[in-house]
């Protein structure tokens, strides 16, 4: 029932920042539990960040705690990746994933088997 887009995936250099936008068309995204994915070449995907239908719920994978931010912006129908000291292990397709939920919890934000709507991903590639 909703349509997810991602943007914002480039090349960049290892330390590097960069910015993934994640918009909602056909709902609002204000009604989704929200999260962020990633799949690193030859590897299966992971999970990097998610968060609540308001924001105010917020998990993100240890590798990347400290460095990602994720945000929303409900007004605009868009969930955010900050990515920030990027390195080159963080080089991967990046995917916007949503699901209609009551609540947010953490079993089920950090599983993507949970997760119904899926954009179709944004390659991000970091350079050494």
């Known amino acids: 029932q909703v349509h997810l887009v991602e943007s914002g995936g480039e090349l960049v250099q290892a330390g590097g920042s960069l910015r993934l936008s994640c918009t909602a068309s056909?709902?609002?995204?204000?009604?989704?539990?929200t999260g962020w994915f990633r799949q690193p070449p030859g590897k299966e995907r992971e999970f990097v960040a998610s968060i609540s239908q308001n924001g105010a719920s917020i998990n993100y994978a240890d590798s990347v705690l400290g460095r990602f931010t994720i945000s929303r912006a409900n007004a605009k129908n868009t969930v955010y990746l900050q990515m920030n000291s990027l390195k080159p292990e963080d080089t991967a397709v990046y995917y916007c994933a949503a699901d209609l939920r009551y609540y947010y919890t953490y079993e089920s934000a950090v599983n993507e088997n949970e997760y119904d709507y899926w954009g179709q991903g944004t390659q991000v590639t970091v350079s050494s």
């Open positions: 056909g709902r609002s995204i204000g009604s989704y539990v």
